[in-house]
């Protein structure tokens, strides 16, 4: 080794200290770092799930059983609620009927779909094709929106056939495709959770 120039030897010296040093930190130091950032991750995320549980259990030691049944009964009057579920599914058909029949719109077609279950609630959907114009189809997203019990629009496709440049007292019908949804409850599950929250 003494036989190799001086610059030789100070460049091994150099790339052995440099692979020293890489290796101590692939095998310690970024071990330990990556350790120590999750750690305080879990400790930040510990933190917030403490909060909020804190501000749930404050609300809970001061909500009364009035607060829940009016909760509850503001909750049901966004639900089409009835005994079963067939009375449901021709509550929540026979109110979107009427919704679009007051519209103005003409209904070309209405297909129901599957109820599906979330729990204690249940998805109605209805599948709406219609014709009418402008300001009638207006009416009808207006109507939808502010409709009691809630219904979600879930799809929509508004499609023109004519000419959209045209004058506006001779514009083209335009069709409408919308998918609504409604949630009904199980009025027995909910009674029975007034009572158990009435305790």
Same mark, same amino acid.
């Given at each position: ?10 460049? *091994? ?47 809970? #030691? ?9 909760? @509850? ?13 067939? +009375? ?8 979107? +009927? ?28 209805? +599948? ?12 009808? *997203? ?7 019990? *809630? @219904? ?45 929250? #009435?305790?």
């Amino acid at each position: 080794m003494n036989e190799l120039p001086i610059f030789v030897r100070q460049g *091994l010296a150099i790339g052995l200290l440099a692979v020293a040093l890489l290796f101590g930190w692939s095998i310690v130091l970024r071990p330990l770092y990556l350790a120590t950032k999750q750690s305080v991750e879990e400790l930040d995320d510990a933190r917030f799930e403490l909060q909020r549980l804190a501000i749930l259990a404050e609300d809970a #030691a001061t909500t009364t059983p009035d607060a829940i049944l009016s909760e @509850l009964d503001a909750l049901q009057t966004q639900l089409f609620a009835m005994r079963t579920e067939s +009375d449901t599914d021709a509550h929540f058909i026979t109110a979107v +009927d009427q919704l679009i029949r007051s519209s103005g719109v003409r209904l070309l077609q209405l297909k129901a779909g599957v109820p599906s279950r979330a729990g204690i609630l249940t998805r109605y959907t209805v +599948d709406i094709n219609a014709a009418g114009h402008e300001s009638d189809i207006a009416r009808l *997203l207006s109507g939808i929106e502010q409709h009691r019990p *809630l @219904l979600v629009i879930d799809h929509a496709a508004l499609l023109s056939q004519g000419n959209p440049f045209a004058d506006f007292d001779n514009a083209p019908e335009l069709s409408v495709q919308l998918r609504l949804s409604g949630f009904g409850a199980d009025i027995n599950i909910t009674e029975s959770q007034e009572r158990e929250n #009435a305790r």
